[in-house]
């Protein structure tokens, strides 16, 4: 049965991503195609609390598109965690005669919103934003491609320098829990070994591959990092080991930080984004509430916040093996 919506409201949480902002304006296009009013909500959640609301057209949100970041800002509201905050955000909704909410976000603010849903019966719709990809019911989330991307193209050019002067890179990437970033980024840039939380390698497999490279005829190797990876304590503790090791190499830490999350949005997150922002208000209108609007098979598919919360994704362990026999 359709839902009666009449007003929604978009907000961005936790860490920022390449493609929110075309997402933001996709939920506002997609409102505007459908006679509904739209309102942005500055700063997510505190935002929410603290009644920081603009109303948005299909105009407010022209040449957004193409940029990085997110215009409503983002925030972590360790206020929203608590029911009587939960009950002043509702209350600015409802002064607005706001229907629905639509959060742009990862499984943080996705927790947020499956509770603030069922507190106040209100409809809410997750559309997944970090570069991490590591939400569960969809294949890709908005900012990975781009984040991708930037770490190849500085991994291309780390190379360039590693094969000048002989040195062996370790190139830090994010992923604190994930290795999707530094799995496909490592494959995509020729790295030679590839580190991630998901497999422990340990230190001793790493100097046995780095040894077998040097007798190789390899000068010089490239090492992807993930954040999360659990060999020495820090990946500068890891290059200190590595030298003991193998001292013929100059070992060189670079970590990107931040930089993977800036940056025009690639192609195909404008693309995402867009059908995203579509997709949740179309949710909205079929009645949906408590899910995630994601991408499976090229299809738009609805995932319950439980399944996205909860259910951890899984890695595609195929490409370890590809990994493994390409950096031969």
């Known amino acids: 049965m359709k839902n009666k919506v009449k007003t929604i409201a978009v907000l961005t949480s936790g860490g920022d991503s390449p493609g929110m902002n075309a997402a933001i304006r996709a939920v506002v296009r997609a409102s505007a195609f459908n006679n509904l009013k739209c309102f942005g909500i500055y700063r997510g959640?505190?935002?929410?609390?603290?009644?920081?609301?603009?109303?948005?057209?299909?105009?407010?949100?022209?040449?957004?598109?193409?940029?990085?970041?997110?215009?409503?800002k983002s925030a972590r509201s360790k206020d929203f965690m608590s029911k009587e905050f939960r009950k002043k955000a509702f209350k600015n909704l409802k002064d607005r005669n706001i229907d629905a909410l639509v959060v742009i976000g990862g499984d943080g603010s996705f927790t947020g919103a499956?509770?603030?849903?069922?507190?106040?019966?209100?409809?809410?719709?997750?559309?997944?934003?970090?570069?991490?990809?590591?939400?569960?019911?969809?294949?890709?989330?908005?900012?990975?491609?781009?984040?991708?991307?930037t770490v190849v193209e500085a991994i291309d050019k780390i190379r360039d320098t590693a094969s000048s002067h002989d040195r062996l890179f370790l190139v830090e990437v994010m992923g604190r829990d994930a290795g999707d970033i530094?799995?496909?980024?490592?494959?995509?840039?020729?790295?030679?070994?590839?580190?991630?939380?998901?497999?422990?390698l340990g230190i001793e497999r790493l100097i046995d591959s780095l040894h077998k490279s040097r007798k190789s005829g390899k000068t010089s190797s490239i090492v992807v990092v993930a954040e999360g990876d659990q060999i020495g304590k820090n990946i500068t503790q890891l290059a200190t080991d590595i030298e003991k090791d193998l001292p013929e190499y100059e070992v060189k830490v670079t970590v990107?930080?931040?930089?993977?999350?800036?940056?025009?949005?690639?192609?195909?997150?404008?693309?995402?984004?867009?059908?995203?922002?579509?997709?949740?208000?179309?949710?909205?209108?079929?009645?949906?509430?408590?899910?995630?609007?994601?991408?499976?098979?090229?299809k738009i598919a609805y995932v319950p916040f439980e399944i996205a919360i909860n259910v951890k994704k899984t890695l595609d362990f195929d490409l370890i093996r590809v990994a493994d026999i390409v950096s031969t």
């Open 45 to 72: 959640y505190q935002g929410l609390i603290e009644n920081d609301f603009i109303e948005l057209g299909a105009r407010s949100v022209s040449n957004l598109i193409n940029r990085g970041g997110t215009f409503l």
């Open 114 to 149: 499956d509770v603030f849903s069922q507190e106040f019966d209100i409809p809410v719709i997750g559309i997944p934003g970090t570069i991490d990809n590591d939400i569960n019911g969809t294949d890709y989330t908005l900012g990975y491609d781009t984040a991708l991307n």
């Open 182 to 200: 530094a799995l496909n980024s490592g494959i995509g840039a020729g790295a030679e070994e590839i580190l991630i939380p998901e497999e422990d």
């Open 256 to 298: 990107l930080g931040h930089i993977q999350r800036g940056g025009s949005p690639s192609c195909y997150d404008r693309v995402l984004a867009s059908r995203l922002g579509v997709g949740a208000v179309d949710a909205l209108l079929e009645g949906e509430s408590n899910i995630m609007v994601g991408i499976q098979n090229k």
